[in-house]
């Protein structure tokens, strides 16, 4: 195996050994919304002694180097609650819409392109609570958001704009009139810099930022909140599948039922227990994971809304590739080895000349906002992509042998000579090639986030959202893309599923909704500071929801901003109900 450009990381999960029976507060999910609660809980100021806090993660702890980087290995970490439980990739749905989402100690952090992008004042409609438009009207919300990127050190891709990629993104939006191109600010770190003392090294233009980063570059809530609520005191553990919460009728608080994970293939094991919260509930496992546990909780006796499970959707996703264009597009990623032969041929000339830096950079680091003016369900947000160096191989040999709809004319064999370079994946020379050239899109909208989650059988959660894919908003971002392919002399390929599928099958990387906020029990599962209703519409006291699951409508671009916006807000708002003082600490020595 070559060797790692990497760190090495030291692990963060607490020994189950050292667990307790019991604690002031018990943080379900290490996501966005659970990893900001801990964080904050842990070192927020406090009259009397200090609340303990636990949090619980499904997932396995995941450390540079160990990532899947091979194909095979990969396809090895597909979760599957009864198979593989311990699984990084996970996929939900079926043949409505299918959802992808990360599990691990992170949650989804560990996975996505990092984009930390401000949501529009629009986003905030008449499906959210008034005091949410109300803190964003008066500053609040803003301020928030700017905490969070404070936080995670989001900034811009110091050499962005020279980038194959980003280059490519914007020439195929100069044909619109209303299509601003901009560097996103994404948490990667560029300085080799933490101030909670995590182990981090600056990001080396890998390209493979969403099958795990093996160089330990990305800014990852293990890098951040989760380090702060670790230095806090807080308890972390891993492999703890949480099935529901009960009201605990004799001690008050809540009782958490969970299955430990333990061991892999006939070693495996399963173990249930119970960990008693005594003050407070936050439930942050994601918009399914979230969903899916209040909705077995109800089935043990907690009284909850009828909403929950409603107003569920995927951010209006889209996926779609420009291939073969005119443009060297340098999106190969090669992961944490950039001294092998093989990251050589990708790149030959590592910054060639001033003006180009022939790099895939991290996944995404550019969007255009097509009608930026424009109504906001209207708005399209179009981002460029790099392949990570899992699927390289694959994706090369089958869009060599694909036929989508050629963008140009007069440039025929040019096009055929770097696509045969690339038939079975066979040739070298892989900077020569047809993929080499070629654009993926992640594309985001407004979607009617009208999906229905429900429990099977087995208790596990189920999409339904009949027609989901005819949408408007799907043919609208299939036009557009189609517009940026022209523009760079392209070859258009459609989303493959949404195109072959009959259902029309969209796929999404931002789920949202399924336990929405409210401005009462009628209207949502939460109130606008993450407080679960009663059935009745009263407040569980203690029980908390902050995550995706909590978005009553689509956001139109990356989310994970807004949620972790709210969730600072929902975690002010907790420690002010225990009785304590928020607090924002600036580094390790302020904890």
Not at 170 to 193: C, E, M, R, S
Not at 449 to 465: C, F, H, P, T
Not at 507 to 532: I, Q, W
Request: hydrophobic letters at 35%; glycine letters at 12%.
């Amino acid at each position: 195996m070559p060797e790692f450009h990497s760190v090495d990381r030291t692990p963060l999960a607490t020994s189950w050994q050292d667990h307790e029976d019991s604690y002031d507060v018990v943080v379900i999910g290490s996501g966005y919304g659970g990893a900001i609660n801990a964080a904050r809980i842990a070192t927020a100021r406090w009259p009397g002694p200090k609340p303990s806090v636990c949090l619980l993660e499904r997932g396995k702890e995941w450390l540079p180097k160990q990532f899947p980087y091979k194909l095979r290995s990969a396809l090895k970490e597909r979760y599957d609650p009864k198979d593989n439980p311990l699984g990084l990739f996970k996929f939900d749905g079926g043949v409505d819409v299918v959802s992808f989402q990360g599990s691990g100690l992170g949650g989804t952090s560990l996975l996505n392109a990092n984009v930390a992008y401000d949501p529009e004042d629009e986003v905030f409609n008449k499906h959210w609570p008034k005091a949410i438009r109300e803190s964003l009207a008066n500053g609040e919300l803003r301020r928030l958001f700017r905490r969070v990127k404070t936080t995670l050190r989001a900034r811009k891709h110091p050499g962005g704009h020279k980038l194959g990629k980003v280059k490519a993104v914007k020439q195929g939006a100069t044909a619109h009139p209303d299509a601003p191109h901009f560097l996103n600010d994404i948490a990667v770190n560029f300085d080799g810099v933490n101030p909670w003392g995590a182990a981090q090294r600056e990001c080396i233009n890998c390209g493979d930022c969403v099958t795990g980063c093996n160089v330990g570059s990305k800014n990852t809530l293990d890098t951040n909140y989760l380090k702060i609520a670790k230095l806090g005191g807080a308890h972390l553990f891993p492999q703890i599948d949480v099935q529901h919460v009960k009201a605990d009728k004799v001690n008050g608080g809540y009782r958490v039922h969970f299955v430990r994970h333990t061991g892999s293939g006939r070693k495996k094991k399963a173990t249930p227990g119970v960990i008693h919260a005594r003050r407070a509930v936050v439930v942050s496992a994601g918009s399914i994971g979230s969903t899916e546990i209040l909705m077995r909780s109800r089935q043990q006796g907690l009284r909850l809304s009828r909403k929950l499970g409603r107003r569920w959707g995927g951010n209006g996703d889209f996926f779609g590739i420009s291939y073969n264009s005119d443009l060297r597009t340098d999106v190969l990623g090669w992961g944490a080895f950039p001294k092998t032969d093989r990251a050589k041929r990708i790149q030959p000339h590592p910054n060639p000349t001033p003006d180009d830096m022939r790099v895939p950079g991290p996944t995404i680091v550019s969007t255009v906002r097509y009608n930026a003016s424009g109504p906001f369900r209207r708005r399209v947000t179009v981002q460029d992509t790099s392949i990570p160096l899992t699927y390289v191989d694959l994706i090369r040999a089958g869009l060599a042998f694909s036929i989508g709809k050629d963008m140009d004319s007069g440039d025929e064999s040019e096009e055929w000579r770097r696509r045969f370079r690339d038939v079975f994946a066979a040739n070298p020379r892989l900077e020569e090639g047809a993929l080499n050239y070629t654009l993926f899109y992640l594309v985001m909208g407004a979607d009617d986030q009208e999906g229905v989650i429900r429990l099977d059988n087995d208790g596990n959660a189920k999409i339904r959202w009949p027609k989901v894919g005819n949408q408007s908003v799907f043919k609208l971002q299939n036009r557009l893309l189609k517009q940026n392919a022209k523009g760079i002399g392209a070859t258009f390929e459609e989303h493959p599923l949404w195109r072959f599928s009959p259902w029309r099958t969209p796929v999404t990387v931002h789920p949202l909704g399924g336990c929405p906020m409210g401005d009462n029990v009628d209207k949502g599962v939460v109130d606008d500071r993450g407080r679960v209703f009663q059935a009745n519409g009263d407040i569980h006291t203690g029980l908390y929801a902050t995550d995706g699951s909590i978005l009553p409508g689509p956001v139109g671009a990356n989310p994970f901003l807004t949620i972790s916006g709210l969730s600072e807000r929902v975690a002010e708002g907790l420690i002010r109900d225990l009785g304590g003082q928020p607090r924002v600490v600036r580094d390790k020595n302020d904890i």
